[in-house]
């Protein structure tokens, strides 16, 4: 099936369900950002390059069966200046404009869902809400506690698969800089065992204070670097 004929009956099926109403709103195609699924978004309002508003978000499998619907308050797309935008019209995304984010979150081998739903991170920066998969349920659940830190933190998190953690950043002001990094229990949830706090203010030196949870018990080591130094340490 080629392209034209995969987006005339994604075009179809969302007629169907929705109706009319679809084809007075903004469309886009997300290819390739994930081994699974392609997505199709729905959003009400663009302008000057960029959409935010309240969106849904339609997820297809590889046989291009309709797996979930999503909806987002506040779904934002940058497009960038001079991009010429038509309602109804389906309009594919580069993965860099995609407001979706796929990966392992929660490390149990299924990829999960992540949706841009506004700014509300740390210093504005993009907040997103988290769903998981369930193999029991056979669908996309949404996690309270991953969605807390992908829209209290500075962007979206990172993980570590091999050890299993999930790491956040944070920033006040200038100069204080944050990390603080996640172990994912199966089953159980997220237990929070290392923050890191580095302090820029004086202009000669960083001061990095270390808090972690080993055996239950936390400990706090705090060290003192050049300046020069420690710039040079992040560089490599």
Known sequence: MNMNILNYYRSLSAFIVLGPLCFGQY???????SKNYDAIIHIENCF????????????????????????????????????????????PLKKEQSPLIFGDFNFDGTEDLAIRNGNMGN??????????????????VKSKELTELASDNFDFFETDPVRKRII???????????????????????????????????????????????NNKWTTRTKV????????????
């Open 27 to 33: 469309q886009f195609e997300v290819k390739d950002a």
């Open 123 to 140: 210093y504005s920066s993009a907040s997103y809400d988290v769903y998981v998969f369930n193999s029991t349920r056979m669908a996309f």
């Open 225 to 236: 670097y050049p300046s020069d130094q420690y710039n040079r340490e992040k560089v490599k």
């Open 48 to 91: 000057d390059g960029q959409c935010m508003d309240k969106g849904t978000v339609e997820l297809f499998n590889n046989n291009n069966s309709k797996v979930q619907t999503f909806t987002s308050d506040n779904l934002v797309l940058y497009l960038g200046e001079g991009k010429r935008l038509e309602r109804g019209k389906i309009i």
């Open 168 to 214: 956040t950043f944070g920033k006040d002001g200038c100069c204080r800089l944050f990390t603080t990094e996640y172990e994912v229990i199966p089953n159980k949830g997220l237990d929070r065992v290392l923050d890191k706090e580095e302090d820029l203010t004086h202009e000669d030196y960083v001061k990095v204070t270390i808090k972690e949870k080993k």
